[in-house]
DNA sequence: CCTCCCCCTGTACCACGAGTACAGTTGACC
DNA sequence: GGTCAACTGTACTCGTGGTACAGGGGGAGG
């Protein structure tokens, strides 16, 4: 129904761009009609102000997010079908992933509205809330299905060990960008890998 | 010379509330000149533009950050001097102190910026920067003390290591930013605070 | 007491970006 | 030929950043 021109996805393509490159307030409308090619009307008709822009955005953003992270983590289990394996190459994968991006990630939008959250609407941010609680869900699960096979050395709660792999990341894009160095987040993951071996080793008794 | 009525200070106090509360941008110069009760020519007295404010936040914000750890870090070493014990009692003493916060954390200016960097100049950007960097030199000093006599039961870049120090904390913040909750930076320091005891563990033959 | 200078107040003004409000055009499909 | 979605184009308002002063008030030094 869309495969004509698509004016909408190419205006989210482009605001896209935008706003990981300059953060969503800097990045003015003048600027996203005039990469699109349409008019400020044109605009306007599809997206009733900023804010409506913001939502899609993310919405798209997460789901792309999620498929990522799905499709990531499917591999993995194709080469090591044990949980703890799994975990630690799909972790691997994503640091590698975080690696090969020319000029480094993006950096998450999810941040990146955190910080500047009083912009937005409600609707904005209940859906960042509701993305994060939805990777917390996504790595307890696997967490849980791990510390079910290998005892952790140390007690942990699952769902702030969930919430480390998105801690990780967004701190690490965080030091990304303000050190305008490139690989700080693969450096995180990596980390956090070890941390994950560490935790999950087998007993040696 | 500045006991009378200190009016940079008070508008530095005022900005950066309200900054920390919802972004840079998203303050207006119209409300701290009203929050701090002088004219807009006051304030372009003494801040040329949103910039120079930014930088002096920026200044004044990664000072009291530094005297917050040194001093943190040497109640730590008041309570045991082994430099591994000493860091758990910091990051204990650092995760408490978050959690004491009311409403939690501000949050970092640091992310907050990096996340806007494109609405700055070079300056900015640059002390940004330097405040990353000079944690690491910290974090990383301090971790190769530890590691000298305690040798690490997994590689790390001990650069990265010290990273992740800014990282877990920034990263948290982002969490708690986003979802709303209050305890999530200190739960994740907690949580890098048992992989520091995995990682630095005596071996056990 | 006068003067100078710092620290402002107050006003007037410009540029630019968000958002509103339409009126009109174009092309596809029924 | 008519309808409708998807636009274009223009014209306007409003808030905010920023400039450019002109002037006031009060404390310190001569």
Known sequence: MEQKVD???RILDIAEAAVLDKGFEATSIEE???GAE???GGFFYHFKDKNALARAMLERYIETEDVLYDDLFARARELNDDPLHCMLIG???LAEMLEEMPQGHPGCVIASTAYQDRLFDEGVRELNRQAILGW???FRGMFEEIAAKYEPREPVNMDALGDMVSGVVEGGLVLQRALREHNNAS???????????LLFAPKPN
Chains 1, 2 share one sequence.
Do not use: D, P
């Open 7 to 9: 004016t909408r996805g």
């Open 32 to 34: 996203i009609v005039a």
């Open 38 to 40: 349409i008019s400020r």
């Open 91 to 93: 972790l691997k994968l």
């Open 136 to 138: 917390r869900k996504r």
């Open 187 to 197: 450096e995180q993951i990596m980390l956090f890998r070890t941390y994950l071996k």
